[in-house]
């Protein structure tokens, strides 16, 4: 079954702390991951994307993520994490042009001063 | 460029009233998107069209759910009668299906409350 599992639901990291979002997929096909943010009352916005070549993208706002494909994984990682970072983080998998995303239930990241 | 625009952005309803959703996509966008989106989940497909073709609806509960994108550009999502479950978050998003693979960009989505 295809699917992407985001295990953990909130994390609280204190500004200016690193911060890493682990994110494992299953699909049957060659993945194409995506990284998306969603703050309160708002749509999606790209954060980054693995399609192929190197498995370190980076991203807007500071964002990288690494793809380990023997680990089935994408990691999102911050190096130093600002408030305004506190948002919902979505993990997704596709395929093929054309072809739905499926999405991780998303954590929450919260932001402590 | 303009992203994708979605209306309303709130809406709130009671239960057994119909409601419509708009979605105008990026220009030139031949594939569209609707995905349902519930409270603390990630957005799941409704529905995806290829230009005015919908290629899979095997999400869209056809009892109550439809939708058009008659001329191949924006798109209705319409529920009729609604019901208390369908309060979620209706999320559109287009893509340019010119290639593989693509980034599909999201509207804000609609926030949907039935009473």
């Known amino acids: 079954a295809q699917s992407v599992t985001q295990p953990d639901i909130h994390i609280t990291v204190s500004e200016g702390a690193s911060l890493e979002l682990r994110c494992n997929y299953s699909?049957?096909?060659?993945?194409?991951l995506f990284w998306y943010v969603q703050s309160p009352g708002q749509g999606l916005q790209l954060l980054l994307k693995?399609?192929?070549?190197?498995?370190l993208v980076q991203g807007i706002k500071g964002f990288e993520a690494e793809f380990k494909r023997s680990q089935s994984s994408f990691n999102l990682r911050k190096p130093s994490v600002h408030w305004s970072d506190a948002a919902e983080y979505f993990c997704?998998?596709?395929?093929?042009?054309?072809?739905?995303?499926?999405f991780g239930k998303g954590t929450t990241l919260s932001v402590s001063s | 460029e303009a992203g994708v625009v979605q209306s309303p952005r709130y809406k709130i309803i009671e239960k057994k009233q119909p409601v419509a959703f708009w979605c105008n996509p990026i220009?030139?966008?031949?594939?569209l998107y609707w995905y349902l989106q519930n409270l603390g989940q990630g957005p799941e497909l409704l529905i995806r069209?290829?230009?005015?073709?919908?290629?899979?609806d095997s999400q869209l509960p056809k009892d109550r759910f439809s939708a058009e994108r008659l001329k191949g550009v924006d798109s209705t999502l319409k529920i009729q009668p609604a019901e208390l479950g369908d309060s979620a978050v209706y999320l559109c998003?287009?893509?340019?299906?010119?290639?593989?693979?693509?980034?599909?960009?999201f509207g804000p989505g609609t926030r949907l409350l039935v009473l």
């Open positions: 699909y049957g096909a060659t993945p194409y």
């Open positions: 693995y399609f192929s070549g190197d498995t």
């Open positions: 998003a287009s893509s340019p299906n010119s290639g593989n693979p693509e980034t599909q960009y």
């Open positions: 069209y290829e230009n005015e073709e919908a290629v899979d």
């Open positions: 220009s030139g966008h031949n594939t």
């Open positions: 997704a998998v596709g395929g093929q042009a054309g072809t739905a995303l499926i």
